[in-house]
C-alpha cells in the first residue's frame, strides 16, 4: 500500500487529467469541475484510512460513479417537474371546464329568467328540486297535464343552448 503522501502525489498528477475527461463526457467544464474535486474528496478520505491500492483508479472510478449518480439525481428531477408539470396542466383544465360550467349556467339561469314564470316555476321545481310531477301538480293546483306541457316546452326552449352546447363552434343563438 503507497503511504499517504504517495497516494496525493498520484491524485495530484492525475486531477489535470480527470478534469480533461470529465470535460469530454459531460461537455460541461463547470460540472467536470466540481465533480473532478468531489471525486478527489472521497478517494482523499479513503486514503486518510489507509484503503487505497491503486488512488489513480479510484479517482476515475469515482469521477464515473458521480456521474451516474447526477444523472440519476437529474432523472429524478425532471421527472418531478415533469409530474409537477402535468398536475398543474391538470389543474388548468379543471379551472377552465369551472370556467365553462358557470358559464353554461348562468346562460341557462339567463334562458329560465325569459320563460313565463308558471313554466319556470314548474321546470325548476322538477329539474332542480326534484319534484314529481304530481307533487308540482298539487302544489301549483295545475293538472299533471299540465305539468307535462309546462316541462316539454321549457326543455324545448331551453333546446338551443343544448344543440350549441353540444355542436363545438356553432354559432350562439
Known amino acids: 500500500m503507497p503511504s499517504l503522501a504517495q497516494v496525493v502525489e498520484e491524485l495530484t498528477g492525475a486531477y489535470t487529467e480527470l478534469k480533461r475527461y470529465l470535460g469530454w463526457k459531460l461537455n460541461d467544464s463547470h460540472k467536470a469541475a ?14 486518510l484510512k489507509g484503503k487505497v491500492a491503486r488512488p489513480r483508479a479510484l479517482l476515475f472510478s469515482a469521477a464515473r460513479n458521480l456521474i451516474i449518480d447526477q444523472g440519476r439525481s437529474e432523472q429524478r428531477d ?3 417537474m415533469d409530474e409537477l408539470g402535468q398536475h398543474s396542466n391538470d389543474m388548468a383544465a379543471s379551472v377552465e371546464q369551472q370556467v365553462l360550467h358557470r358559464h ?14 308558471k313554466r ?53 343563438k
Do not use: N, T, W
Open 78 to 80: 425532471q421527472s418531478l
Open 120 to 172: 319556470r316555476e314548474v321546470f325548476v321545481l322538477a329539474r332542480i328540486y326534484g319534484y314529481s310531477y304530481a307533487e308540482i301538480a298539487a302544489r301549483m293546483d295545475i293538472s299533471v297535464a299540465a305539468v307535462e306541457k309546462h316541462i316539454a316546452r321549457a326543455v324545448l326552449d331551453c333546446s338551443d343552448l343544448i344543440e350549441s352546447d353540444s355542436a363545438p363552434g356553432a354559432p350562439r
Open 104 to 117: 353554461q349556467l348562468e346562460r341557462v339561469a339567463a334562458r329560465l329568467q325569459r320563460l313565463p314564470r
Open 34 to 47: 466540481d465533480i473532478a474535486q468531489e471525486s478527489f474528496e472521497r478517494v482523499y478520505h479513503h486514503a
